[in-house]
Protein backbone atom coordinates (compact mmCIF):
# COMPACT_ATOMS: atom_id res chain seq x y z
CA UNK A 1 0.00 0.00 0.00
CA UNK A 2 0.86 3.25 -0.91
CA UNK A 3 0.16 6.73 1.88
CA UNK A 4 1.51 9.53 1.16
CA UNK A 5 0.37 13.03 2.15
CA UNK A 6 -2.29 14.27 -0.76
CA UNK A 7 -2.44 17.90 -1.71
CA UNK A 8 -5.46 19.83 -1.66
CA UNK A 9 -6.40 22.68 -3.56
CA UNK A 10 -9.71 23.97 -2.76
CA UNK A 11 -11.73 27.36 -3.26
CA UNK A 12 -14.10 28.89 -4.94
CA UNK A 13 -14.49 28.84 -9.16
CA UNK A 14 -14.31 32.64 -8.90
CA UNK A 15 -13.12 35.10 -5.71
CA UNK A 16 -16.39 37.16 -5.94
CA UNK A 17 -15.92 39.53 -2.21
CA UNK A 18 -13.56 39.40 -0.15
CA UNK A 19 -15.97 38.10 2.88
CA UNK A 20 -16.91 34.77 0.51
CA UNK A 21 -12.56 34.70 0.15
CA UNK A 22 -11.79 34.99 3.41
CA UNK A 23 -14.64 32.81 5.12
CA UNK A 24 -14.20 30.44 2.54
CA UNK A 25 -10.40 30.19 2.84
CA UNK A 26 -10.76 30.34 6.80
CA UNK A 27 -12.78 26.95 6.94
CA UNK A 28 -10.53 25.12 4.36
CA UNK A 29 -7.53 26.05 6.41
CA UNK A 30 -9.51 24.45 8.91
CA UNK A 31 -9.17 20.80 7.18
CA UNK A 32 -5.40 19.94 8.22
CA UNK A 33 -4.32 18.95 5.27
CA UNK A 34 -1.54 20.39 2.69
CA UNK A 35 -3.63 22.94 1.38
CA UNK A 36 -3.39 25.50 -1.86
CA UNK A 37 -6.43 27.64 -1.84
CA UNK A 38 -7.36 28.39 -5.23
CA UNK A 39 -9.65 31.40 -6.83
CA UNK A 40 -10.13 32.27 -10.72
CA UNK A 41 -10.11 36.06 -10.74
CA UNK A 42 -9.49 36.60 -14.97
CA UNK A 43 -12.17 34.02 -15.69
CA UNK A 44 -11.72 32.62 -19.58
CA UNK A 45 -16.39 32.17 -19.93
CA UNK A 46 -17.96 31.33 -22.49
CA UNK A 47 -20.45 33.58 -23.17
CA UNK A 48 -19.73 37.42 -23.01
CA UNK A 49 -22.90 38.00 -20.87
CA UNK A 50 -21.53 35.80 -17.76
CA UNK A 51 -19.10 37.17 -15.16
CA UNK A 52 -16.17 37.16 -16.30
CA UNK A 53 -14.41 37.43 -13.03
CA UNK A 54 -13.45 40.38 -9.99
CA UNK A 55 -10.47 40.92 -12.30
CA UNK A 56 -7.05 42.69 -10.34
CA UNK A 57 -9.31 43.78 -7.85
CA UNK A 58 -9.17 40.47 -6.41
CA UNK A 59 -5.59 40.06 -6.38
CA UNK A 60 -5.32 41.88 -2.39
CA UNK A 61 -7.72 39.55 -1.01
CA UNK A 62 -6.12 36.97 -1.88
CA UNK A 63 -2.84 38.07 -0.73
CA UNK A 64 -5.30 38.81 2.60
CA UNK A 65 -5.83 34.37 2.40
CA UNK A 66 -2.03 34.15 2.53
CA UNK A 67 -1.32 36.29 5.54
CA UNK A 68 -4.62 35.28 7.51
CA UNK A 69 -4.33 31.57 7.10
CA UNK A 70 -0.85 30.84 5.54
CA UNK A 71 -2.28 28.98 3.05
CA UNK A 72 -0.70 29.53 -0.47
CA UNK A 73 -3.31 31.28 -2.73
CA UNK A 74 -3.32 30.97 -6.48
CA UNK A 75 -4.95 32.09 -9.30
CA UNK A 76 -5.30 31.44 -13.14
CA UNK A 77 -3.41 33.68 -15.70
CA UNK A 78 -4.11 33.17 -19.44
CA UNK A 79 -0.85 35.87 -20.66
CA UNK A 80 1.92 36.97 -19.10
CA UNK A 81 0.77 40.39 -17.94
CA UNK A 82 -1.78 38.55 -16.16
CA UNK A 83 1.27 36.41 -14.39
CA UNK A 84 3.02 39.84 -13.91
CA UNK A 85 0.05 41.19 -12.02
CA UNK A 86 -0.73 37.68 -10.02
CA UNK A 87 3.20 37.37 -8.91
CA UNK A 88 3.78 41.38 -8.52
CA UNK A 89 0.57 41.15 -5.80
CA UNK A 90 2.64 38.41 -3.95
CA UNK A 91 0.90 35.20 -4.86
CA UNK A 92 2.35 32.36 -3.78
CA UNK A 93 1.55 30.38 -7.33
CA UNK A 94 -0.73 30.25 -10.45
CA UNK A 95 -2.65 27.50 -12.66
CA UNK A 96 -2.49 27.42 -16.46
CA UNK A 97 -6.35 26.57 -17.14
CA UNK A 98 -7.64 24.23 -19.98
CA UNK A 99 -8.93 26.68 -22.43
CA UNK A 100 -5.34 28.57 -22.26
CA UNK A 101 -3.69 25.12 -22.55
CA UNK A 102 -5.09 24.25 -25.61
CA UNK A 103 -3.50 26.90 -27.43
CA UNK A 104 0.59 25.98 -27.66
CA UNK A 105 1.59 29.33 -28.50
CA UNK A 106 -0.28 30.99 -25.23
CA UNK A 107 0.95 28.11 -23.26
CA UNK A 108 4.66 29.46 -24.67
CA UNK A 109 4.10 33.00 -23.77
CA UNK A 110 3.15 32.21 -20.01
CA UNK A 111 6.21 30.36 -19.95
CA UNK A 112 8.11 32.72 -21.51
CA UNK A 113 7.52 35.66 -19.16
CA UNK A 114 8.06 33.13 -15.80
CA UNK A 115 11.80 32.73 -17.13
CA UNK A 116 12.15 36.38 -17.22
CA UNK A 117 10.15 37.19 -13.62
CA UNK A 118 12.58 38.69 -11.44
CA UNK A 119 10.33 36.33 -8.50
CA UNK A 120 9.30 32.70 -8.98
CA UNK A 121 6.00 31.45 -8.00
CA UNK A 122 6.73 28.62 -5.45
CA UNK A 123 4.14 26.18 -7.12
CA UNK A 124 2.57 25.72 -10.48
CA UNK A 125 -0.16 23.41 -11.93
CA UNK A 126 -1.19 23.02 -15.38
CA UNK A 127 -4.79 21.56 -16.10
CA UNK A 128 -5.42 19.21 -18.91
CA UNK A 129 -6.66 20.64 -22.30
CA UNK A 130 -10.13 21.37 -23.18
CA UNK A 131 -9.26 18.67 -25.84
CA UNK A 132 -9.07 15.38 -25.18
CA UNK A 133 -4.73 15.61 -25.85
CA UNK A 134 -2.38 13.87 -23.26
CA UNK A 135 0.34 15.03 -25.93
CA UNK A 136 -0.04 18.81 -25.65
CA UNK A 137 -0.55 18.43 -22.00
CA UNK A 138 2.39 16.84 -21.91
CA UNK A 139 4.32 19.55 -23.88
CA UNK A 140 2.54 22.75 -21.88
CA UNK A 141 4.25 21.07 -18.74
CA UNK A 142 7.47 20.53 -20.70
CA UNK A 143 7.72 24.33 -21.68
CA UNK A 144 6.57 25.46 -18.05
CA UNK A 145 9.05 22.95 -16.50
CA UNK A 146 11.97 24.22 -18.48
CA UNK A 147 11.45 27.77 -17.78
CA UNK A 148 11.34 27.45 -14.16
CA UNK A 149 14.04 26.47 -11.39
CA UNK A 150 13.45 22.95 -9.84
CA UNK A 151 12.51 24.32 -6.48
CA UNK A 152 9.03 25.73 -8.14
CA UNK A 153 7.02 23.03 -7.25
CA UNK A 154 5.08 22.01 -11.03
CA UNK A 155 1.65 19.71 -10.37
CA UNK A 156 -0.67 18.15 -13.05
CA UNK A 157 -4.24 18.57 -12.83
CA UNK A 158 -6.82 16.10 -14.38
CA UNK A 159 -10.22 17.80 -15.19
CA UNK A 160 -11.45 15.74 -18.12
CA UNK A 161 -13.00 16.86 -21.42
CA UNK A 162 -17.12 17.83 -21.94
CA UNK A 163 -17.14 16.42 -18.47
CA UNK A 164 -16.08 13.00 -19.56
CA UNK A 165 -12.93 11.75 -17.01
CA UNK A 166 -10.83 11.18 -20.10
CA UNK A 167 -8.86 8.51 -17.93
CA UNK A 168 -7.14 7.49 -20.76
CA UNK A 169 -5.42 11.00 -20.90
CA UNK A 170 -4.72 10.54 -17.66
CA UNK A 171 -2.98 7.74 -18.19
CA UNK A 172 -0.67 8.11 -20.22
CA UNK A 173 0.32 11.43 -18.75
CA UNK A 174 0.97 9.75 -15.83
CA UNK A 175 3.04 6.84 -17.56
CA UNK A 176 5.16 9.81 -19.49
CA UNK A 177 5.86 11.85 -16.53
CA UNK A 178 5.57 9.90 -13.39
CA UNK A 179 7.56 12.35 -11.30
CA UNK A 180 5.40 15.23 -11.66
CA UNK A 181 2.31 14.89 -8.90
CA UNK A 182 -1.32 14.49 -10.82
CA UNK A 183 -4.49 16.08 -9.06
CA UNK A 184 -7.64 15.26 -9.67
CA UNK A 185 -10.32 18.29 -10.21
CA UNK A 186 -13.95 16.47 -9.63
CA UNK A 187 -15.61 19.81 -10.29
CA UNK A 188 -14.79 20.41 -13.46
CA UNK A 189 -14.79 16.30 -14.93
CA UNK A 190 -18.49 16.00 -13.45
CA UNK A 191 -19.86 19.51 -13.76
CA UNK A 192 -21.87 18.36 -10.62
CA UNK A 193 -21.54 18.97 -7.12
CA UNK A 194 -23.28 15.31 -6.27
CA UNK A 195 -20.53 13.64 -8.64
CA UNK A 196 -17.95 14.87 -6.57
CA UNK A 197 -17.33 12.45 -3.90
CA UNK A 198 -17.15 9.57 -5.29
CA UNK A 199 -14.88 11.23 -7.91
CA UNK A 200 -12.20 11.97 -4.99
CA UNK A 201 -12.59 7.95 -3.34
CA UNK A 202 -11.57 7.33 -7.23
CA UNK A 203 -8.98 9.25 -7.37
CA UNK A 204 -7.98 8.37 -4.07
CA UNK A 205 -7.72 4.44 -5.03
CA UNK A 206 -5.72 5.26 -8.54
CA UNK A 207 -3.12 6.63 -6.38
CA UNK A 208 -3.34 10.32 -7.50
CA UNK A 209 -1.62 13.08 -5.25
CA UNK A 210 -4.45 14.82 -4.38
CA UNK A 211 -7.39 16.92 -5.65
CA UNK A 212 -8.00 20.13 -6.81
CA UNK A 213 -11.93 20.77 -5.71
CA UNK A 214 -14.50 24.01 -6.29
CA UNK A 215 -15.59 25.16 -3.18
CA UNK A 216 -18.08 28.08 -2.30
CA UNK A 217 -20.06 29.13 0.99
CA UNK A 218 -22.97 29.32 -0.73
CA UNK A 219 -23.29 27.52 -3.96
CA UNK A 220 -26.29 27.97 -5.45
CA UNK A 221 -25.11 31.61 -5.31
CA UNK A 222 -22.27 31.28 -6.94
CA UNK A 223 -21.50 33.52 -9.70
CA UNK A 224 -20.13 30.78 -12.64
CA UNK A 225 -20.08 26.70 -12.19
CA UNK A 226 -23.05 27.33 -9.47
CA UNK A 227 -23.78 23.26 -9.55
CA UNK A 228 -20.84 21.68 -8.96
CA UNK A 229 -19.35 23.84 -5.86
CA UNK A 230 -19.49 22.27 -2.84
CA UNK A 231 -19.56 23.85 0.80
CA UNK A 232 -16.57 23.50 3.18
CA UNK A 233 -18.71 20.87 5.01
CA UNK A 234 -19.74 18.78 2.63
CA UNK A 235 -15.54 19.04 1.59
CA UNK A 236 -14.66 18.18 5.11
CA UNK A 237 -16.89 15.39 4.99
CA UNK A 238 -15.74 13.92 1.76
CA UNK A 239 -12.59 13.66 2.89
CA UNK A 240 -13.47 12.27 6.61
CA UNK A 241 -14.56 9.42 5.01
CA UNK A 242 -11.05 8.82 2.94
CA UNK A 243 -8.94 8.67 6.00
CA UNK A 244 -8.04 5.25 5.68
CA UNK A 245 -7.92 5.12 1.73
CA UNK A 246 -4.65 4.04 0.21
CA UNK A 247 -4.10 3.27 -3.18
CA UNK A 248 -2.51 -0.10 -4.05
CA UNK A 249 0.98 -0.56 -4.97
CA UNK A 250 0.10 -1.53 -8.47
CA UNK A 251 -2.39 0.49 -10.19
CA UNK A 252 -2.73 -0.75 -13.60
CA UNK A 253 -5.76 -2.81 -13.34
CA UNK A 254 -7.55 0.23 -12.06
CA UNK A 255 -6.72 2.34 -14.33
CA UNK A 256 -7.75 0.29 -17.27
CA UNK A 257 -11.14 -1.06 -15.92
CA UNK A 258 -11.85 3.04 -15.54
CA UNK A 259 -10.78 2.91 -19.22
CA UNK A 260 -12.81 0.00 -20.27
CA UNK A 261 -16.02 2.10 -17.61
CA UNK A 262 -15.43 5.10 -19.76
CA UNK A 263 -15.72 3.44 -22.67
CA UNK A 264 -18.64 0.92 -22.21
CA UNK A 265 -20.76 4.36 -21.20
CA UNK A 266 -20.05 5.90 -24.76
CA UNK A 267 -21.09 2.55 -26.05
CA UNK A 268 -23.96 2.30 -24.12
CA UNK A 269 -25.26 5.71 -25.13
CA UNK A 270 -24.82 4.56 -28.72
CA UNK A 271 -26.75 1.77 -28.43
CA UNK A 272 -29.53 3.31 -27.13
CA UNK A 273 -28.98 5.63 -30.39
CA UNK A 274 -29.05 2.83 -32.01
CA UNK A 275 -31.90 0.98 -30.17
CA UNK A 276 -33.75 3.97 -31.20
CA UNK A 277 -33.82 3.95 -34.99
CA UNK A 278 -34.36 0.35 -35.24
CA UNK A 279 -37.44 1.28 -33.29
CA UNK A 280 -38.34 3.96 -36.37
CA UNK A 281 -37.30 0.96 -38.83
CA UNK A 282 -39.72 -1.44 -36.58
CA UNK A 283 -42.31 0.93 -37.62
CA UNK A 284 -42.12 1.17 -40.74
CA UNK A 285 -41.67 -2.54 -41.45
CA UNK A 286 -44.83 -3.45 -39.91
CA UNK A 287 -46.94 -0.52 -41.82
CA UNK A 288 -45.44 -1.95 -45.04
CA UNK A 289 -45.82 -5.50 -44.35
CA UNK A 290 -41.69 -6.52 -44.09
CA UNK A 291 -40.41 -8.77 -41.86
CA UNK A 292 -38.09 -7.86 -38.93
CA UNK A 293 -35.24 -10.28 -40.37
CA UNK A 294 -34.33 -8.87 -43.45
CA UNK A 295 -31.59 -11.52 -44.76
CA UNK A 296 -29.94 -9.56 -47.59
CA UNK A 297 -29.63 -6.88 -45.23
CA UNK A 298 -28.58 -8.97 -42.50
CA UNK A 299 -26.01 -10.35 -45.09
CA UNK A 300 -24.84 -6.75 -46.11
CA UNK A 301 -24.50 -5.33 -43.10
CA UNK A 302 -21.76 -8.29 -42.03
CA UNK A 303 -20.17 -7.83 -45.41
CA UNK A 304 -19.21 -4.20 -44.25
CA UNK A 305 -18.36 -4.66 -40.78
CA UNK A 306 -15.97 -7.24 -41.43
CA UNK A 307 -13.75 -5.46 -43.41
CA UNK A 308 -14.06 -2.33 -40.98
CA UNK A 309 -12.63 -4.91 -38.49
CA UNK A 310 -10.52 -6.26 -40.91
CA UNK A 311 -9.07 -2.34 -40.78
CA UNK A 312 -8.61 -2.19 -37.13
CA UNK A 313 -7.29 -6.04 -36.97
CA UNK A 314 -10.10 -7.48 -35.42
CA UNK A 315 -10.42 -11.00 -35.67
CA UNK A 316 -13.32 -12.54 -37.61
CA UNK A 317 -14.63 -14.34 -34.95
CA UNK A 318 -15.29 -11.52 -32.73
CA UNK A 319 -17.02 -9.26 -35.55
CA UNK A 320 -19.42 -11.80 -35.97
CA UNK A 321 -20.32 -12.31 -32.31
CA UNK A 322 -20.73 -8.49 -31.75
CA UNK A 323 -22.78 -7.75 -34.90
CA UNK A 324 -25.11 -10.79 -34.19
CA UNK A 325 -25.66 -9.91 -30.93
CA UNK A 326 -26.62 -6.30 -31.67
CA UNK A 327 -28.33 -7.63 -34.89
CA UNK A 328 -30.25 -10.19 -32.90
CA UNK A 329 -31.41 -8.18 -30.42
CA UNK A 330 -32.12 -5.05 -32.62
CA UNK A 331 -34.61 -7.79 -34.13
CA UNK A 332 -35.92 -9.16 -31.53
CA UNK A 333 -37.06 -5.38 -29.95
CA UNK A 334 -38.94 -5.25 -33.63
CA UNK A 335 -40.96 -7.99 -33.25
CA UNK A 336 -42.21 -6.65 -29.93
C1 LIG B 1 -11.43 26.72 -13.10
O1 LIG B 1 -10.66 25.96 -12.49
O2 LIG B 1 -12.24 27.45 -12.55
C2 LIG B 1 -11.44 26.65 -14.55
C3 LIG B 1 -11.83 27.65 -15.32
O3 LIG B 1 -11.06 25.45 -14.94
P1 LIG B 1 -10.78 24.84 -16.38
O4 LIG B 1 -9.67 25.62 -16.98
O5 LIG B 1 -10.41 23.43 -16.02
O6 LIG B 1 -12.07 24.90 -17.16
MN1 LIG C 1 -14.79 26.71 -12.40
Not at 84 to 105: F, K, N, S, V
Not at 308 to 335: C, D, F, M, Y
Amino acid sequence: MITKQPILVAGPCAAETREQVLATAHAVSALRMRTLFRAGIWKPRTSPDTFQGIGSEGLPWLHAVQTETGLPAITEVATPDQLHEALDAGLRGIWIGARTGADPIAVQHIADALKQAPTKPEVVLVKNPVNEDAELWIGNIRRIQSALPTQTELIAVHRGCNHHPCWRMAYALRQALPDIPMLLDPSHISGDAAKVATLVTKAAALGYDGWMIEVHPTPTQALSDSRQQITPEQLAHILTGLQDLTAPEDTTILWLRAQIDEVDERLWSTLVERLDIVRRIGEYKQENGLDPYQPERYHAMMAERLEWGKQNGLPEETVRLILNAVHEASVQLQRH
